[in-house]
């Protein structure tokens, strides 16, 4: 195998053993085992398993947001762009299953990237201008953008970890109930929300 060859399969090989048995689950013995190889072949092509582990889980993460950011492109609506949203986010678990499963693991200690939470926070950058200006639109403020758009994107993420895990529903069920409680909710937005509770 000439030298990306190689470095394709040790990806590959770390991919599926991450997903299996997740970050501290899986040592570099096993990762160079699976693949023929010699631990050094694994240290030579990554420093080690963090460095793997950091090329997959950023391979996933750019596939999840081009392809979120393929769908928004294409939508012109603000329902349109929810349900493009929550349609591309379930056509990546469904297709990259294995990838998803890392992404929502927990991160190394000491890794920023990786984590559901930085997952959920690069999704809902890429959709958070796109509230502002529906926020706009209806007279509300703009500046809580970013904290709605964390709000549906983890909503999403989380019914797919769940859909993932008992696909009892078709896809397109679960993002039609998704956009319905998301689009539903946001269309009776109050502009100064308070707890009724809370005086």
Request: charged share 25%; hydrophobic share 45%; no cysteine.
């Amino acid at each position: 195998m000439t030298g990306p060859q190689r470095r394709e399969q040790l990806l590959e090989v770390g991919r599926k053993l991450f997903a299996d048995k997740g970050f501290e689950g899986t040592s570099v013995e096993e990762i160079a085992a699976k693949a023929g190889v010699s631990k050094p072949v694994v240290y030579e092509h990554f420093g080690g398993k963090e460095g793997l582990y950091a090329v997959v889980v950023d391979r996933e993460l750019r596939t999840l947001l081009d392809g979120i950011n393929v769908a928004l492109r294409v939508e012109t609506t603000s329902r349109g762009l929810l349900e493009a949203a929550a349609l591309a986010l379930l056509d990546y678990i469904e297709g990259s299953t294995d990838g998803f499963r890392i992404l929502v693991r927990d991160s190394p200690a000491g890794q920023s990237t990786g984590s559901f939470a930085s997952l959920i926070s690069d999704v809902a950058t890429q959709v958070e201008h796109l509230l502002a200006a529906e926020f706009k639109s209806r007279k509300l403020d703009p500046k809580t953008a970013p904290l709605y758009a964390q709000m549906l994107v983890g909503m999403v993420a989380l019914t797919g970890q769940w859909w993932l895990d008992s696909p009892k529903f078709k896809k397109v069920d679960v993002a039609a109930h998704l956009v319905n409680l998301a689009w539903n909710g946001l269309s009776g937005l109050e502009a100064k929300p308070r707890l009724s509770s809370r005086r």
